[in-house]
């Protein structure tokens, strides 16, 4: 009785997490103030949003971001680089990225390992009020494991196709102090062949935290991960000179045994929170990293076949870099009384800083493979210096949103954001030989440009039209700086997005499924065309278009049955552009695309501790390259079911079973050149995860 209540309540728990995020995707629960700006359900958000918690990441084997996103709706993954994917939303790629709701520039380092996070939570659409710089594409949010009031463990061992081995640990609870000292740690180790002939990656990473309440209304909590990162490397299939891509087999690489790639990644943060009292609440976030990057391999260079000569050049690559970001946050939020209604406001500020230098080394058409018989045991070759360079971004901005509530059952959003942007970038970075680091860097003259005093909108209205169901509209803007110059000398202004959305959102089931609907146009304007009267310089003239639908289910169909389910539709294209209008700009998104989770668990009769999961993902037709010159991945699906099984009330155990029917398909692609990646091949796990 008692293990079945606690059961019960933990999905009450998930439930509400899974329907309650923060304004801008920050929170992921009702009970918790852990990295929060201002807590709001998903329903009264004017915009589309998607949570997925760690229930479904462990039931579905979720280890990194781009598992997680390849299950998301409307996402799709690129990248040339098989381990810095680059995820689509409503044709634009995705640059906002956030961890504990606190902004950063750029990716975060390597693919996040999803060991260390409770939740992720997207935003599709404009994103640019607490992220500043951004394409329209959304922001994704990484939020962190807390230490936790109560003693908690858990752990878990993997293993599976292609030698792939995973073990987990996580244990969290009060320290010291009657529980005001209260601490977290979780580490991680995997270790796998790839389905690909030759190639291993590896990843090691551990997490530590630690909370304080310095007072009962304030507390500070201190973190840091490292990680150790060493992926398999390749840069991909090339397709045919006449296009298409190409058909061999799917454990082809064309790489060379001694392709080697070591990430090592180090982050910190400090957060102090203070509740101010009348539900006023202040947060302060600081955080740190650095990245050290080196890597090698050989690779194909935009190396196109024939069907009857599959013969082409290698390159042989060495690369080492520096990347360093900062970033600070501090907002203050809570409730306003006005004309005897009461209203929410936030009210922040950010910070941040990115450096990134690199020196890198090549030596072009070093060796010669056969696509269709490729050799991976040539030998390593001299290398030529082949420069590098160095960028220091900077960004800053202030931002306020206020929620208001003029009658019973309508909220306003209304919100604004002004930023400051620079961006400078020198070459160089030469040295003779990647074998001698203790040779100082040499650069050239600085190169930068920057955006004042920018201001991004954000607009929307959300009308309740029962208990259960509302409607919502909302305007927001985004930008994108750029280098392009005019004639006369000057940046062009910075690319805008400028997006529209309508939609509807409802609770069904008992306020159990969260249902939702949404039509969207994205404008993005000041896009950089060539000056027809001046040879070498620019005019911000360019437009694009993206129009689509997106519908979405989430929640819980019984108490005992999962579902998380979303369909999406996109149509892009050129607007205004003097080679391409008409066309579609981002031809690797698909029109179409569905992905479907659902889990269900036996609580009585034979089954009982039983339980039964299957994800169904569909993409539309997908082109890479530029036609008719270009590659062609048709519309496929790819099924995978788990059964797991109740060992105890501690203990589960778990097979998993990927692309259940085999499907051969290419899950990337990206042209004739390189840069596509048959998708994996059927392939098995077993788990066995422990919690107390």
Not at 455 to 464: A, E
């Amino acid at each position: 009785m008692a293990a079945s209540l606690a059961a019960g309540e933990a999905r009450a728990e998930a439930d509400e997490a899974a329907h309650t995020v923060s304004e801008l995707v920050l929170v992921g629960a009702k009970d918790t103030a852990a990295g929060a700006k201002a807590a709001t359900p998903i329903k009264e958000i004017p915009q589309t949003v998607t949570v997925v918690g760690r229930e479904r990441i462990e039931e579905q084997n979720l280890f990194t971001l781009e598992d997680l996103m390849a299950q998301a709706p409307g996402i799709t993954t690129t990248g040339i680089s098989p381990e810095s994917p680059s995820f689509l939303s409503r044709g634009f790629s995705i640059d906002a990225y956030l961890i504990d709701g606190v902004a950063g520039i750029g990716y975060p380092g390597s693919t996040p390992d999803l060991a260390i996070y409770e939740r992720v939570e997207v935003l599709r659409g404009a994103a640019s009020l607490y992220s500043g710089t951004a394409s329209p594409a959304g922001s994704i949010n990484l939020v962190r494991k807390r230490p936790t009031a109560e003693f908690q463990a858990s752990g878990a061992a993997l293993v599976g196709s292609w030698s792939n081995y995973r073990i987990e640990g996580d244990v969290s609870g009060p320290l010291a102090q009657e529980g005001r000292l209260r601490g977290r740690l979780v580490a991680s180790y995997q270790d796998q062949d790839m389905f690909y002939d030759v190639a291993h990656k590896s990843r090691a990473i551990l997490y530590g935290a630690l909370a304080y309440d310095l007072t009962p209304r304030t507390t500070l909590t201190l973190g840091a991960h490292y990680q150790d990162f060493q992926p398999a490397n390749q840069t991909g299939l090339p397709g045919y000179t006449t296009g298409g891509l190409l058909k061999v087999r799917r454990s082809t690489f064309l790489g060379a045994d001694w392709n080697r790639f070591q990430t090592k990644d180090t982050v910190a943060f400090v957060e102090l929170a203070h509740d101010l009292g009348d539900d006023w609440r202040l947060r302060a976030t600081v955080q740190t990293g650095q990245q050290d990057r080196m890597d090698k391999y050989a690779y194909v260079g935009n190396g196109a076949v024939t069907p009857t000569n599959g013969w082409t050049n290698q390159i042989a690559y060495w690369g080492e870099n520096f990347t360093r970001r900062n970033s600070f946050d501090v907002n203050v939020g809570g409730p306003v009384n006005l004309l005897g209604r009461s209203h929410d406001l936030l009210i922040g500020a950010d910070y941040q800083t990115y450096t990134n230098k690199y020196v890198e080394w090549r030596h072009s058409s070093f060796a010669r493979i056969d696509v269709f018989n490729p050799v991976t045991n040539v030998p390593e070759p001299d290398y030529k210096p082949n420069g590098g360079g160095q960028q220091d971004v900077e960004q800053y901005g202030v931002y306020a949103n206020a929620r208001l509530r003029p009658f019973d059952g309508t909220a306003v959003v209304l919100g604004g954001r002004f930023s400051w942007y620079e961006n400078s970038s020198r070459s160089g970075g030469t040295r003779a030989t990647p074998t001698n680091p203790p040779q100082p860097w040499t650069f050239g003259a600085w190169s930068t440009y920057e955006v004042e005093h920018e201001f991004t909108p954000y607009v929307g209205i959300v009308q309740d039209v029962s208990e259960n169901w509302s409607i919502y509209a909302s305007y927001a803007d985004s930008f994108t700086p750029q280098s392009s110059r005019t004639v006369d000398g000057e940046f062009l202004d910075p690319i805008v997005g400028r997006q529209y959305e309508a939609g509807v959102k409802g609770e069904v089931l008992g306020n159990r499924l969260l249902l939702s609907a949404a039509i969207y146009r994205i404008n993005q304007v000041n896009r950089a065309q060539a000056d027809p009267d001046h040879e070498g310089f620019f005019i911000a003239t360019g437009e694009v278009v993206s129009k689509g639908l997106e519908l979405e289910a989430t929640g819980r169909i019984s108490d005992n049955w999962s579902l998380s389910a979303g369909y999406a539709y996109n149509k892009n294209e050129y607007e205004k552009d003097a080679a391409n209008g008409g066309k579609p700009f981002t031809l690797v998104s698909p029109e179409h695309s569905g992905k479907l989770y659902t889990n269900y668990r036996f609580t009585d009769g034979m089954l009982k501790g039983f339980d039964v999961g299957a994800a169904v993902s569909v993409y539309g037709e997908m082109i890479g390259g530029t036609p008719p010159i270009s590659v062609r991945q048709p519309a496929y699906a790819v099924a995978n079911v788990n059964l797991g099984y109740r060992v105890n009330d501690q203990m589960t155990l778990r097979l998993s079973v990927n692309n259940l029917f085999d499907t051969t398909y290419y899950a990337r692609i990206s042209g004739v050149g390189r840069g596509n990646y048959y998708g994996e091949p059927r392939s098995v796990m077993l788990s066995l995860r422990a919690a107390y």
